[in-house]
Nanobody, 122 residues
Framework: VQLQACGGGLVQAGGSLRLSCTAS????????MGWYRQAPGKQRDLVATISNSGSTNFADSVKGRFAISRDNAKNTVYLQMNSLKPEDTAVYYC?????????????????WGQGTLVTVSS
């Protein structure tokens, strides 16, 4: 599985950006797609995730500003970022967790995209 992300760029505070990430290859029917971000000198943190059933999870810092959605037919996940702040500046990484449900122990595979830079100027 390979992940191709796009949509990053430079935007002023208060502006919006939309990221997209498409997975090539099979990601099965049970999976979680999402976005993480890493600011300079900081660890990589969760931004938002969405399961194949549509359940979502957001970091507190982006709740109410960011929205995540997916197109299962296209294996694509989107991150709509509104009301951007300078502290949202980071490299954003697409992530997919594929879960193979088995009788005893599920098998889990994780994939990362190459990252796309989002810069929010004040």
């Amino acid at each position: 599985v390979q992940l191709q992300a796009c949509g990053g760029g430079l935007v002023q505070a208060g502006g919006s950006l939309r990221l997209s990430c498409t997975a090539s290859g099979s990601i099965g029917s049970t999976n979680v797609m999402g976005w993480y971000r890493q600011a300079p000198g900081k660890q990589r943190d969760l931004v938002a995730t969405i399961s194949n059933s549509g359940s979502t999870n957001f970091a507190d810092s982006v709740k109410g500003r960011f929205a995540i959605s997916r197109d299962n037919a296209k294996n694509t996940v989107y991150l709509q970022m509104n009301s951007l702040k300078p502290e949202d500046t980071a490299v954003y990484y697409c992530h997919v967790r594929v879960i193979i449900v088995q009788a005893i122990v599920d098998r889990v595979y994780e994939y990362w995209g190459q990252g796309t830079l989002v810069t929010v100027s004040s």
